[in-house]
């Protein structure tokens, strides 16, 4: 039986405004995000983690450096958890997109699971990628143990669709992942026999640097 703490990677520089940053810019944590995590990892201190999973993108291996540096585990780059690939809408604000793809973006917002971004992925490729991820590390903790997963606000809340038996296309709707919340399930089969939602979305340990 694995337990799954799930986050998404802290403040960047290109954080505000929104914008869509998938796979294809690569920026690191900013002051606040840096101040997040720390906010993050002191909370998950006294969590016994197995490993530490982080999307390969400096703004997750950031954050996760800083909580594995609390939690005295090494890091594992996985390609799995990268944010979905927005292809040629990446670095765009949705303004932008509008301005360019008004129709396109109509149709993704019906529909961004069968609906692919121009040049990149759909919220069902994102979710088979999940899937996979999901079931090796089940395998892998066959036996039980607790893993971090350090990744992305689109991948996350498609890996919270798969894991619960939420249709992919209301991962928008259904969830939410601000940046250095934390998340938990708990998997006490495989993938298909769904996991429990023990925590969703709880940014309480942030309130400590409100004021940064």
Not at 21 to 30: E, H, V, Y
Not at 77 to 88: C, I, K, L, N, S
Request: proline share 4%; glycine share 10%.
């Amino acid at each position: 039986m694995l337990t799954v703490f799930l986050t998404r990677h802290g403040a960047t520089p290109r954080s505000e405004p929104e914008q869509h940053l998938g796979q294809g810019i690569d920026i690191g944590l900013s002051t606040a995000g840096r101040a997040a995590a720390d906010a993050l990892a002191a909370r998950l201190a006294g969590v016994a983690f197995d490993r530490v999973v982080s999307s390969p993108l400096r703004r997750a291996l950031e954050t996760a450096e800083i909580v594995a540096l609390a939690a005295g585990r090494p890091v594992e780059a996985d390609r799995q958890v990268m944010e979905m690939d927005y292809g040629e809408w990446e670095g765009l604000t949705y303004v932008e997109i509008d301005e360019r793809d008004l129709d396109l973006r109509r149709r993704w917002e019906e529909d961004p699971a069968g609906t692919a971004c121009p040049g990149g992925e759909s919220g069902d490729d994102v979710a088979r990628r999940a899937r996979s991820f999901l079931g090796d590390a089940i395998a892998r903790g066959r036996r039980g143990g607790r893993i971090l997963v350090v990744a992305h606000a689109t991948f996350n809340r498609i890996l919270l669709c798969v894991a619960l038996g939420v249709p992919v296309r209301d991962y928008r709707r259904r969830f939410r992942q601000d940046p250095t919340n934390l998340t938990a399930l708990h998997f006490p089969g495989g993938v298909d026999d769904g996991a429990l939602l023990l925590v969703a979305n709880d940014t309480s340990h942030l309130e400590v640097t409100a004021g940064l």
